[in-house]
Nanobody
Framework: QVQLVESGGGSVQSGGSLRLSCAAS????????MAWYRQAPGNQRELVAS???????VYVDSVKGRFTISRDNAKNTVFLQMNSLKPEDSAVYYC????????????????WGQGTQVTVSS
């Protein structure tokens, strides 16, 4: 019923910037918290940033001061502005959203985006 579509990944040089977007689409749903995760080859999937519908934001220490998470509630979209990118930021970035589906039966579950590759070169 709901899908998350990510965009904005790509390749940049160290110090560059990228802006990731993730939009939820479907019917009979509302979006609660939204988050960005990342996973590099051989690594665990890591929570990068999250934002609740009340506006509470959490960042992993390694991106504080460089990344900014925000959301456009009218468009059911979450963004991740990534500045001062470093090679260690290279990973597949996944959008995650907690979705309330308001049909019958009512359900609440987490959805994942398809992933978008971010590559930062030196």
């Amino acid at each position: 019923q709901v899908q998350l579509v990510e965009s904005g990944g790509g390749s940049v040089q160290s110090g560059g910037s990228l802006r990731l977007s993730c939009a939820a689409s479907g019917s009979r749903f509302s979006v609660s918290s939204m988050a960005w995760y990342r996973q590099a080859p051989g690594n665990q999937r890591e929570l990068v940033a999250s934002i609740t519908n009340g506006g509470s934001i959490v960042y992993v220490d390694s991106v504080k001061g460089r990344f900014t998470i925000s959301r456009d509630n009218a468009k059911n979209t979450v963004f991740l502005q990534m500045n001062s990118l470093k090679p260690e930021d290279s990973a597949v970035y996944y959008c995650n959203a907690l979705i309330h589906e308001t049909g019958l039966p009512w359900t609440t579950r987490a959805y994942w985006g398809q992933g978008t590759q971010v590559t930062v070169s030196s």
